[in-house]
């Protein structure tokens, strides 16, 4: 499927020069390590299609004019690069998952995405440290979830200590997934290597292998696990989802970034996701969670929205991730400051 950006492109149908914005999204059309389903490059083109609706379902959206909310240009280089890169591993996948692990193709194109891959996230990096050097803030939109590290990186280099916040099915904590330093599979990996990550909060998980299960209960205190099993299950018993906000809240520091990866939510929400899984929060549950963050006095120094794909689809699971989107940009605003709830 292909689409094409707007000359201009106004996200959720603003137009909002990047001097004026108080939030900066950087779009990064990228998935060459997927391992099931590709799609999530288009991710950002069709969220910023699917956003020009958004003004016109509820008037509240309006304040992201209040605030000033741009998205860089889509670098459709990168989206060329990743289509590209794809055709490798797509292959490579394939064999390894056929039981040619030890293929002597593997060297060569582990080397090759590896470097890449580290291009790709010093790109993000080095965007992030511009806009976050002005005082904005900054929210990264995927792609798979590989590519939010360099803007995690880069809020590393300015905050001694924060905690993340991960909506997700799945725990990303492989290390080198498939071989690959940087695979979307292995980004909370990548992520605890900063040593100022104090807390990884994980929240709707319910698809991890046993190394993942060990390693999360081997790094108890630092990795805080809400499976969705168990949040079902509370809920199931009476527990209210406040009560359940409010201990996830209890685990957080005062600074928080927000990954959220799409297959977190009800796979209904996100059918053309790469991996989806069933089971899942709901959109209202996930965006009350978001308005606990700000309501229990936390500041949200930076987020990512990721895999979200078109597929057939293509209305529903962007429009789904137009709405999330515009939800963490005012939550961030919100938690610093910029607008009222
Ligand atoms: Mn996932």
Same mark, same amino acid.
């Given at each position: 499927?292909?689409?094409?950006?707007?000359?201009?492109?106004?996200?959720?149908?603003?137009?909002?020069?990047?001097?004026?914005?108080?939030?900066?999204?950087?779009?990064?059309?990228?998935?060459?390590?997927?391992?099931?389903?590709?799609?999530?490059?288009?991710?950002?083109?069709?969220?910023?299609?699917?956003?020009?609706?958004?003004?016109?379902?509820? $008037?509240?959206?309006?304040?992201?004019?209040?605030?000033?909310?741009?998205?860089?240009?889509?670098?459709?280089?990168?989206?060329?690069?990743?289509?590209?890169?794809? $055709?490798?591993?797509?292959?490579?996948? $394939?064999?390894?998952?056929?039981? /040619?692990?030890?293929?002597?193709?593997?060297?060569?194109?582990?080397?090759?995405?590896?470097?890449?891959? /580290?291009?790709?996230?010093?790109?993000?990096?080095?965007?992030?440290?511009?806009?976050?050097?002005?005082?904005?803030?900054?929210?990264?939109?995927?792609?798979?979830?590989?590519?939010?590290?360099?803007?995690?990186?880069?809020?590393?280099?300015?905050?001694?200590?924060?905690?993340?916040?991960?909506?997700?099915?799945?725990?990303?904590?492989?290390?080198?997934?498939?071989?690959?330093?940087?695979?979307?599979?292995?980004?909370?990996?990548?992520?605890?290597?900063?040593?100022?990550?104090?807390?990884?909060?994980?929240?709707?998980?319910?698809?991890?292998?046993?190394?993942?299960?060990?390693?999360?209960?081997?790094?108890?205190?630092?990795?805080?696990? /809400?499976?969705?099993?168990?949040?079902?299950?509370?809920?199931?018993?009476?527990?209210?989802?406040?009560?359940?906000?409010?201990?996830?809240?209890?685990?957080?520091?005062?600074?928080?970034?927000? !990954?959220?990866?799409?297959?977190?939510?009800?796979?209904?929400?996100?059918?053309?996701?790469?991996?989806?899984?069933?089971?899942?929060?709901?959109?209202?549950?996930?965006?009350?969670?978001?308005?606990?963050?700000?309501?229990?006095?936390?500041?949200?120094?930076?987020?990512?929205?990721?895999?979200?794909?078109?597929?057939?689809?293509?209305?529903?699971?962007?429009?789904?991730? !137009?709405?999330?989107?515009?939800?963490?940009?005012?939550?961030?605003?919100?938690?610093?400051?910029?607008?009222?709830?």
């Amino acid at each position: 499927m292909k689409l094409h950006t707007p000359i201009s492109a106004k996200l959720f149908g603003i137009s909002c020069p990047q001097k004026d914005a108080s939030v900066i999204i950087i779009p990064v059309p990228w998935e060459v390590t997927v391992s099931s389903r590709s799609g999530t490059s288009l991710g950002p083109e069709s969220i910023l299609k699917a956003s020009y609706e958004l003004d016109i379902i509820r $008037h509240e959206y309006k304040k992201a004019e209040e605030m000033g909310v741009a998205i860089l240009p889509i670098p459709h280089d990168w989206k060329t690069l990743s289509d590209t890169l794809r $055709h490798h591993t797509v292959g490579y996948i $394939h064999a390894m998952e056929s039981g /040619f692990e030890k293929s002597s193709l593997k060297k060569d194109i582990v080397k090759k995405i590896d470097h890449y891959a /580290f291009q790709l996230k010093e790109d993000v990096k080095a965007k992030a440290m511009t806009h976050l050097q002005k005082e904005k803030m900054v929210g990264v939109l995927g792609g798979d979830n590989s590519v939010s590290l360099g803007l995690m990186e880069a809020l590393a280099n300015m905050h001694d200590d924060f905690g993340i916040l991960q909506i997700d099915a799945h725990a990303g904590l492989r290390k080198a997934y498939r071989g690959f330093t940087y695979s979307h599979a292995s980004i909370m990996h990548n992520a605890l290597q900063l040593t100022q990550v104090t807390k990884l909060v994980q929240v709707g998980l319910r698809s991890y292998s046993e190394e993942e299960a060990k390693r999360i209960t081997t790094e108890k205190g630092r990795i805080v696990p /809400f499976l969705d099993r168990d949040l079902k299950q509370k809920i199931f018993n009476g527990t209210s989802w406040k009560e359940i906000c409010d201990g996830i809240m209890a685990t957080l520091p005062d600074k928080v970034y927000i !990954s959220f990866d799409i297959d977190g939510l009800d796979a209904k929400l996100c059918p053309s996701t790469g991996t989806p899984v069933p089971g899942g929060l709901q959109v209202d549950e996930v965006c009350y969670l978001f308005e606990q963050v700000v309501s229990a006095g936390k500041k949200i120094i930076g987020f990512d929205l990721c895999e979200v794909a078109p597929g057939e689809n293509m209305d529903w699971d962007a429009q789904v991730g !137009s709405l999330v989107l515009y939800k963490l940009a005012m939550m961030m605003g919100a938690s610093q400051g910029k607008i009222q709830l």
